[in-house]
Every structure is written in C-alpha cells, then in structure tokens.
C-alpha cells in the first residue's frame, strides 16, 4: 500500500486494510470494487486503485492501468447482469482524497444524473444483496 506519509489513511485506504467493512464485488492485487453506501440506484460500484493519491493522474502508471482495466471489467459483468442500456462513469474526487471511479448503471440520463442522498441511513441488506448479485469475487 502506498499513500503520502502526510495523508492521513482515506476511508478507502482502511476498507483496502480491512480495518473498515465494506460489501465487496471484486478485488486484485492493485485494485478493489465496492458497494458505496448511499448509491445513486442500488447499480452503483466504487472501483478503487490500493495506491492512495488524490487524482487520477497522480497515479503510478501501473496503478492507472490496473484501475482501468478494472473499471473496464467490472463494467462488462455489471451490462451483463443488470441488463441496463448503459454503465456509466464519474471521476469526482471530493469527497474522499483517494481516487475513485463510480460505475453507474442506468437507462435514462435522469437516472444518471441523480445524486446520492447522504442523508439516508445505508440499507445494507439491499447492498448486502446487490454485492452477492454482482460478485465476482
């Protein structure tokens, strides 16, 4: 694991460490696929790189292709199983400083476009069940 010694250790950075659980769909060696807890629609994966760097391209180039081909694998099982017209994609980066991509399945561009409500307690029974429905572990 390789973050900045003065960045403290990213909420990603304790999920990847085991110290906080998460509901998992995929992990390698240089990246991790998780349920966020206030999804945009219950077709909502977090892929994260193990390297914690607050920007995409800050990130080793190992790392940066590794987390593509993630986001890119993780994407095709998602259209499979979820049969949605699209799996879409954000890179926001404010609220966690550790890259992260949002794979997003969705129809229509409203569903897309729809924001998390932070608000809400997480169900984790749906996410629980959405996990094991997306596994690919």
Known sequence: M????FM????????IRGEVPCHKIYE???TIAFMPLHPIALGHV??????????F???PSDDAHALMDTVQKVG????????????????????VDHVHFHLIAF?????YNQNEDMS???????LAQMAQKLSML
């Open 2 to 5: 390789l973050y900045t010694v």
């Open 8 to 15: 403290k250790p990213s909420i990603f950075t304790q999920i």
């Open 28 to 30: 390698d060696d240089k």
């Open 46 to 55: 977090l892929v994260v790189p193990k390297v914690q760097v607050e920007a």
């Open 57 to 59: 391209y800050d990130l």
């Open 76 to 95: 095709k099982h998602m259209k499979n199983i979820l049969q949605t017209k699209k799996i879409g994609i954000k890179v926001v980066g404010l609220d």
């Open 107 to 111: 129809d229509t561009l409203a569903q």
């Open 120 to 126: 809400a307690q997480p169900d984790h029974s749906a």
